[in-house]
Each structure stands twice: as C-alpha cells, then as structure tokens.
C-alpha cells in the first residue's frame, strides 16, 4: 500500500525512524535501507515522505515501511535499487609463498 506522511522520529545513528500518517495508526517502522535515494540515505524529523508498507510487526509498530521518497513520484527502480557508495566496501587478500626454513622437505 501506498501512503502520505511525516517523520516523526529519524535515530541516524542506528538507521531507523518512525512515520506518521493516518493510514498507519501507532506509526510506521522504516529503516534506512527502504529509504530511496542515493548516497546517504537519512530522513528529517518533520520531513513529508511518500511510502509504501506492509503489515508486519517491528520493534514495537504494527507496520513496516518497505519504500520511502521524498518527491511526489517514486524513483524509478534502476535508481532505487542502485548500491549507495557510502555503504560499500571491498576486501582484498593476498598471500606471500610459504618459506621453507632450510631448504628441504624435512625442516
């Protein structure tokens, strides 16, 4: 489902905040994650939001929000589906020759 409404809490420390709007009594669980745009993804206190939810029970609220945008229109799915660089890494490992301590096969 689809729905308009404020944040009412964003912890951008932990990632998570809550939503208000009258579609969702009691608020709307969202987590950075499901917030749609590039780069840093955080939200305002007081920010309007378009969102889309579902049912579902997290940390405490009933629903849970699984799309988050800040313009009118949802963000085409390429670009909300796009690796956000401020969350990427890479992991490189390499390894030296064993070393033999004398030279032979019985050290």
Not at 55 to 61: I, K, N, P, S, V
């Amino acid at each position: 489902m689809r729905a308009i409404g404020i944040v009412r809490e964003w912890h951008s420390e932990e990632g998570w905040g809550v939503i208000g709007s009258d579609t969702t009594p009691g608020g709307c669980w969202a987590h950075f994650g499901s917030v749609l745009m590039s780069g840093y993804r955080w939200l305002s206190s007081g920010q309007k939001v378009s969102f889309q939810f579902e049912r579902g029970r997290q940390d405490g609220y009933d629903y849970r929000a699984t799309a988050v945008w800040t313009d009118d229109d949802r963000p085409e799915a390429a670009f909300a589906e796009q690796a956000s660089a401020a969350y990427g890494s890479t992991l490189r490992l390499e390894f030296d020759a064993p070393v033999s301590c004398c030279g032979t096969s019985g050290c």
